[in-house]
């Protein structure tokens, strides 16, 4: 073997182990930390989505709304997954004359769950619990928990009537 | 061996006038046989390693002994510590492995030289420990603070088992002091994973790939040829 052969071989398994470093971004599909899916039933005709007028949601403790005001019939909420709660204020009707205000309180408990190096862990939300801080007018007047686990957000967890 | 040769060739000269004989006596003393015995040495890509990155440590010792024309008992045994940061989990592991298998030179020399291009393969095990030094919740939602924890989460006795494919060459650069390089191609075949996490780093078989059970490495070594017999 005379240098220029070595030279070569040297370079070729130095650019061969170079190449085979990965860089590790979470992939845009993988099933991360679920959101809270809220649909909002008719009281009258609970099969019936019946959508919120001016919707505003906002975390108790945050000064930055979530979201709103906007109309829409489902809704979809981060959890801490630090806490075993979150508490969200929805606001129905926003900046009008019948603006009303409840308060809830999601309770769960979550588990950590390893998914890969590039996206680390994800939160499942188990044994989800609600409650409805009762005031002299809710505009929520009942809740059905659907799934009381919160894993992934392809069906709604909770229905909501109004 | 060169410096031999001259020597003998000086030796020849100036015996020449005079002894015309004495040239057939001498060139039988030199002994073109190969010579075998126990190679041991050490990897120089790890201590190199060690200079440029601060979180790794390791060392290895390899050894290898030729059975026959060709075909080496080889192995390796080493203790390494790695750090692999990405940036959502960061964790370390160190542990021991040892490799145990065979070479194959397949480089036909010329007549009194030593040198090697092989093949190797090796069966290769490690026992390990990984430590969880930090991680996040990965939510796509920014509404809330990123959640990222450092609570380190020791996972102890792990092991991993693997098959391995070395390419690589040895050249004589002085009497028995030889100078390899080599790269490696693992495909692990067992494992302990820490429960709910996983096993970034094996010492031994590198880092791992997310999808994938193989592994990738190359080395340095410098070794010295101790000559038992000649055939």
Redesign the interface.
């Known amino acids: 073997?005379n240098r220029f052969q070595?030279w070569l071989?040297?370079a070729g398994?130095?650019i061969?182990?170079l190449g085979?470093q990965?860089d590790?971004i979470?992939p845009e599909g993988?099933e991360?930390?679920s959101?809270l899916v809220i649909e909002f039933y008719d009281l009258l005709n609970p099969t019936r989505l019946k959508a919120v007028p001016n919707l505003t949601v906002r975390?108790s403790g945050?000064e930055e709304i979530?979201m709103g005001p906007t109309t829409v019939n489902t809704v979809s909420l981060?959890l801490?997954?630090?806490e075993n709660f979150t508490e969200y204020i929805l606001t129905t009707n926003s900046g009008s004359e019948e603006e009303n205000t409840d308060t809830v309180t999601f309770t769960y408990s979550p588990n950590?769950?390893?998914?890969?190096?590039?996206?680390?862990?994800?939160?499942n939300y188990n044994s989800l619990d609600i409650a409805i801080h009762e005031d002299e007018n809710n505009w929520i007047l009942s809740e059905t928990i659907i799934q009381e686990s919160v894993e992934n957000e392809t069906e709604a967890h909770i229905y909501f009537t109004h | 061996m060169k410096q031999r040769l001259i020597f003998i060739l000086l030796t020849s000269f100036s015996f020449h006038s005079s002894e015309v004989f004495a040239q057939e006596a001498v060139t039988d003393t030199v002994d073109v046989r190969e010579k075998y015995g126990l190679r041991v040495g050490i990897d120089l890509s790890k201590p190199i390693k060690m200079l440029i990155e601060e979180d790794y440590q390791g060392l290895e010792v390899k050894a290898d002994y030729g059975l026959y024309e060709n075909i080496y008992l080889a192995g390796e045994i080493g203790n390494e510590q790695n750090v692999i940061s990405q940036p959502n989990v960061t964790a370390s592991a160190k542990g021991s492995y040892v490799k145990l298998g065979g070479d194959y030179n397949f480089y036909h020399n010329w007549t009194g030289m030593q040198n090697l291009i092989y093949v190797g393969l090796r069966y290769g095990f490690a026992s390990f420990s990984t430590e969880l030094e930090e991680y996040s919740i990965y939510d796509r939602n920014p509404y809330f603070e990123p959640d990222i924890r450092a609570e380190g989460r020791e996972f102890n006795n792990l092991t991993a088992g693997w098959l391995e494919v070395k390419l690589g060459t040895k050249v004589e650069v002085l009497n028995n002091l030889y100078l390899g390089v080599h790269v490696e191609l693992k495909k692990k075949i067992n494992e302990t994973k820490p429960g709910n996490f996983d096993n970034l780093y094996i010492p031994g078989l590198n880092r791992t790939y997310d999808g994938s059970s193989l592994g990738v490495g190359y080395g340095y070594s410098i070794s010295y040829l101790i000559p038992l017999y000649r055939q």
């Open positions: 073997m070595k071989f040297l398994f130095i061969l182990t085979c990965r590790d979470c993988t991360t930390t959101l975390a945050k979530l981060p801490r997954t630090d950590l769950e390893y998914l890969n190096r590039a996206c680390g862990y994800k939160v």
